[in-house]
């Protein structure tokens, strides 16, 4: 995944990040400020809400599209990506963000965050890439391992099963128009069945509160991790 993603990185990061961009000539200010409307739309469907005095981890970061947004709701961030070529763009474009950690993952959990150390977890775009659905539950598991108590994790995954792909001259058509990426398993990823996300929220530790768009590819799950004795 690390070198598939650094890839897209060289290839178009800022498509790769956000497909709804033309590929090969994306619209910068569109990009950036897509951004903060994502992140309203994603927390608003779950009623999440960040605070100043809150220390987040975002999953996923791409070239911080959404850190932006986050940095300036909360006190800090910790801004973590699978591709080192993405978290080197990502310090390019945000100098500004000084209360922002970026971080290399290691493509299967929260390494390096320590247990019940921050308030909330942010995951946009990021879960529904991912080919082998236990990493993505695994990730899941991991939010809950760094939450304090009552803190809460908004997540986005795909609940729709990987649809057939089309044949002849409809194929050919998409291959013509699409970069060759976006037929790759790294990039088509996999879904999640609910009861699978439910269980592995109880496994770190929290309990889903709600879920906004099951059923589709961009099912927003808000899981909160228990306090003691709750």
């Known amino acids: 995944m690390a ?9 178009d990061p800022f498509f790769f990040v956000d497909n709804r961009l033309e590929y090969g000539h994306p619209d910068l200010d569109r990009f950036w400020a897509g951004g903060e409307t994502d992140l309203e739309m994603m927390l608003a469907a779950v009623g999440a809400a960040l605070r100043q005095d809150d220390d987040v981890v975002e999953l996923g970061c791409g070239i911080g599209r959404l850190t932006r947004p986050i940095a300036a709701r909360c006190r800090s961030v910790r ?10 763009l990502a310090r390019s474009y945000n100098p500004e963000l000084a209360n922002v950690e970026w971080l290399v993952g290691d493509g299967t959990s929260l390494a390096g965050i320590g247990d019940a150390s921050v308030d909330a977890c942010i995951s946009h775009v990021v879960l529904q890439h991912i080919p082998e659905p236990a990493i993505s539950l695994g990730y899941i598991r991991e939010m809950g391992r760094v939450l304090r ?6 997540f986005q995954v795909s609940t729709v099963p990987k649809r057939r792909e089309p044949a002849g001259l409809v194929q050919r058509f998409r291959e013509r128009h699409e970069p060759a990426a976006s037929f790759d398993p790294r990039w088509r990823g996999s879904a999640l069945e609910l009861d699978a996300v439910r269980d592995a929220a109880r496994a770190g530790g929290m309990e889903v509160e709600q879920m906004a768009g099951e059923g589709t590819q961009h099912c927003v799950a808000l899981a909160r991790r228990q306090v003691s004795g709750t």
Do not use: K, N, Q, T
């Open 3 to 11: 070198r598939f993603w650094d890839e897209r990185a060289r290839e």
């Open 79 to 88: 801004a973590l990506d699978v591709s080192p070529r993405m978290i080197e």
């Open 149 to 154: 108590p009552g803190g809460w994790a908004a």
